[in-house]
């Protein structure tokens, strides 16, 4: 309910308002009698006029009842000691709307700023804001009265974003004021329209810029006069209400100008401002003059020219227009999108998967009318669904029809080195576990095969035993062949390299290939002219042939044909290959074709990996090729695969061609190891942390008649050869805890300088005489035999005999 506010002041009002109201009442009765007398008179019915008397009566018994309860009122504010009109004069000074009640709920008082922003005098809590904010108002009216005060943040509809603050106050705290405050006290939409409609929008008319204020359905709101008089021709605020899109015109390639101006209008550059104002926003635009900048429309030779620069630029980069549809591709993004020459794409989302689909048009769609922006979202494209690929969005503005910038980049070079680096780092870490698992199982093989060999000392090939026995050796030797496999996929195999042609060791397993290939595929031979010889294990080239071979032949299930092919590979050859991996240098190569089924290009990088196959399984280990790759490397070679699906596959090795001479000769020179007795005699101390490999040595040397010390480290040994008069060989481990063998031959020879050596290890020769600087050493893998061991003894100590004299 709305009342004026009181605005009586002074202690004497009360009693004249009283007595003026009892005088007022008893001339109204006074009145009622006279004029019922005179009706009575006048229409001469006793009814009427009685009924009329008594009616005069009722009005002013009502009136004398108001006159009264209105001075109880006032009665009730002056006792309380509140003076309406100084009470009003302090809370006009404030900006914030303000308003008393008194312990009734009546208003007494309130402030102008509280009748502007509540639409008049309206008594708290019935303010206009809805039954849940008056609901919220009365709770905290009850809060004050009881604790004191009472806080509302946030309260208010259509964004009014009200504060209520509510206290008790009064001599007898039974009064109640409302302070309320408005949360953000700058209207945005109010200061734009007033700045437009001002000398401000005068002033920046004179800066060239046009400004111009719309609601959400693109109605003018405010302009400033430049604004008016470019697009209506007029400075009258008359245009106000005119839909904006009706004072602009816009051509095919997305320029604006003004409407009014016609065909030649000059080009206009617009940025948006939007700004909230509750539930109704505003944008604001500003409009410049562009005639010369880059919203340029381009013309024939300019979009020619551009196109050339982008085709030379190696940055893959599209154009797309206003509706997200291709305008323009260069010869980079086609090549990294794989678009076949003569196939349009129409829609950016037409090169991506169905799962990507969505997200591209959205960007797209979103940056070609909307503001200058750029984002990178990873797709994937339908030629390559297995790589992601960068893609870079952009809204770009004065580029013709071009709206939306899209730069895709080939990755397709760096993602192939990243692979090959990710495979030789796997390859070499691989390696490294395979070569220690290898190294601790040569140990057990080697006490394994010892014993047996120990056994069969014993028992004559009649026995009943001899069979069992020699069964468990060939088992132990097979196993012996596992790890050997694995050393040469780790590169640490104990190779025996010799100065050899190609075509004699293919001659030597090519029986042996005719067996394992069947009758359905046929083996053809090709040998090349002035073939160098390579240095290379002959034993392990052939397994590297065989298992190339035995994958030929599965790949051919029907049978086809498998051609080993050499030849001659010169340094000018190797330069025009222009090769990043090989070395330019003279070589011999084996290229192993078939005509099988080929290897798919999705699995072609994984062949040499280990353990990796597409057999069934049961039926591959997959350590074939990664042993191929193992032993290649190791003997300074390289190996590359070729193939196209349903065509078969070739592997070519390129082994360096050895300088012969006297390498040549002393490879010659070296020969076979001499045959003859085994029996020996001397000192041999065995220096072994492994305690079944030291026994299994410590028997069977003993048995060639040899006096065995043994030591189970490198301390250990030291302190025996303190002790000891004479030492005639040390057999000793490279790897073991506290102090490994070379230190403790290096240790050793302090005091016994010309001490023979015979390392034993189950890690490759060549790996550890790159990293042992020691002279008249032997070496001997593991595992090896009773009978291997008594020749390297007597090998290293005819050897030590032969360097004395």
């Not at 006032?74 to 914030?96: C, P, Q, Y």
């Not at 605020?237 to 004072?247: F, M, N, S």
């Not at 290649?632 to 082994?655: C, N, R």
């Amino acid at each position: 309910m709305a009342s004026t506010p009181l605005l009586v002041s002074g202690s004497s009002a009360a009693p004249l308002r009283s007595i003026g109201s009892a005088l007022g009442a008893a001339l109204l009765i006074l009145a009622a009698a006279g004029s019922a007398a005179l009706l009575l008179f006048t229409v001469r019915d006793p009814l009427f006029a009685g009924a009329f008397a008594a009616g005069l009566l009722a009005v002013g018994a009502l009136m004398l009842l108001r006159s009264r309860s209105g001075a109880r009122e006032t009665t009730e504010a002056v006792s309380a000691g509140i003076d309406i009109a100084l009470l009003r004069a302090a809370i006009d000074v404030t900006t914030n709307a303000v308003a008393v009640t008194d312990a009734n709920g009546h208003l007494l008082c309130a402030n102008e700023a509280y009748a502007s922003w509540f639409g008049g005098y309206a008594t708290p809590p019935d303010l206009a804001f809805g039954e849940r904010e008056q609901e919220r108002l009365q709770q905290a009216a009850l809060a004050a009265r009881r604790d004191g005060n009472a806080v509302i943040e946030q309260f208010g509809t259509d964004g009014a974003g009200l504060r209520a603050q509510l206290s008790r106050e009064g001599a007898d705290q039974s009064a109640l004021v409302w302070r309320f405050t408005r949360r953000n006290a700058i209207d945005l939409a109010a200061e734009a329209r007033r700045l437009l409609t001002g000398e401000a929008g005068d002033r920046i008319g004179e800066a060239g810029l046009m400004a111009v204020l719309a609601d959400l359905d693109g109605a003018l709101v405010a302009a400033n006069r430049v604004f008016l008089l470019r697009a209506t021709g007029s400075a009258d605020t008359a245009a106000v209400g005119t839909p904006l899109v009706g004072l602009l015109s816009a051509t095919e390639d997305g320029q604006f100008s003004f409407a009014i101006e016609g065909g030649g209008a000059t080009p206009l550059r617009i940025v948006q401002i939007p700004i909230a104002d509750g539930v109704n926003p505003l944008t604001l635009f500003l409009l410049l003059d562009d005639a010369d900048g880059g919203f340029r429309r381009l013309g024939k030779d300019d979009t020619a020219h551009i196109n050339a620069l982008l085709d030379i630029l190696p940055l893959g980069l599209a154009l797309a227009n206003v509706d997200g549809r291709f305008i323009y591709l260069n010869k980079a993004f086609r090549k990294g999108a794989a678009l076949v020459e003569g196939v349009k794409a129409v829609y950016p989302g037409d090169l991506v998967v169905s799962e990507d689909k969505a997200a591209v048009s959205d960007l797209v769609r979103r940056f070609a009318r909307g503001p200058s922006a750029a984002s990178d979202i990873a797709v994937r494209l339908k030629s390559n669904p297995e790589e992601p690929v960068a893609l870079t969005i952009a809204g770009v503005r004065g580029l013709g029809q071009g709206a939306v910038l899209l730069s895709l980049k080939d990755n397709s070079e760096e993602d192939r080195l990243k692979r090959q680096v990710a495979q030789a780092t796997k390859m070499q870490a691989v390696g490294q576990l395979a070569g220690g698992v290898a190294h601790d199982f040569n140990n057990i093989l080697t006490a394994i095969i010892g014993y047996c060999d120990l056994m069969l000392m014993r028992h004559s090939p009649g026995d009943s035993d001899y069979d069992d026995i020699q069964q468990i050796r060939s088992n132990s030797n097979r196993a012996a062949g596992l790890t050997r496999q694995l050393l040469a996929f780790s590169r640490q195999q104990t190779l025996r390299p010799q100065v050899l042609q190609l075509p004699d060791v293919i001659a030597e397993v090519s029986n042996l290939l005719k067996r394992l290939l069947g009758e359905t595929v046929a083996l053809q031979v090709k040998h090349g002219r002035s073939l160098g010889a390579v240095r290379a294990d002959p034993g392990q080239l052939e397994q590297v042939i065989v298992n190339l071979c035995v994958n030929a032949r599965d790949a051919m299930p029907k049978g086809g044909t498998l051609t080993l092919h050499t030849y001659s590979v010169s340094a000018d050859d190797v330069r025009r290959m222009g090769s990043d991996i090989l070395p330019i240098a003279d070589y011999t190569a084996l290229r192993v074709s078939d005509t099988g089924t080929g290897i798919p290009p999705a699995i072609l990088s994984k062949i040499f990996e280990p353990f990796f196959t597409t057999k069934e399984v049961g039926k591959g280990t997959g350590l074939g090729l990664s042993t191929v790759y193992g032993i290649v490397k190791q003997s300074g070679g390289f190996i590359f695969a070729e193939s196209e699906p349903g065509k078969g596959s070739s592997f070519t090795i390129y082994l360096p061609v050895h300088a012969a001479g006297a390498a040549k000769a002393s490879e010659k020179g070296k020969g076979k190891a001499p045959t003859g007795e085994l029996w020996g005699t001397g000192t041999i101390l065995i220096v072994e942390d492994e305690a079944m490999v030291r026994a299994v040595a410590e028997r069977a040397l003993t048995r060639h008649g040899y006096t065995v010390l043994t030591a189970e480290s490198g301390e250990a040994a030291l302190e025996i050869l303190e002790r000891e008069d004479k030492v005639d060989l040390m057999i000793s481990d490279v790897v073991m805890p506290s102090m490994d063998g070379p230190t403790t031959v290096r240790e050793a020879r302090k005091t016994h300088p010309d001490l023979p050596i015979l390392f034993i290890s189950g890690y490759a020769e060549e790996q550890l005489r790159k990293s042992i600087d020691l002279e008249r050493v032997a070496f001997l893998a593991k595992p090896f035999s009773v009978q291997k061991l008594a020749e390297a003894a007597r090998d290293a100590l005819l050897s030590n005999k032969s360097a004395a004299k």
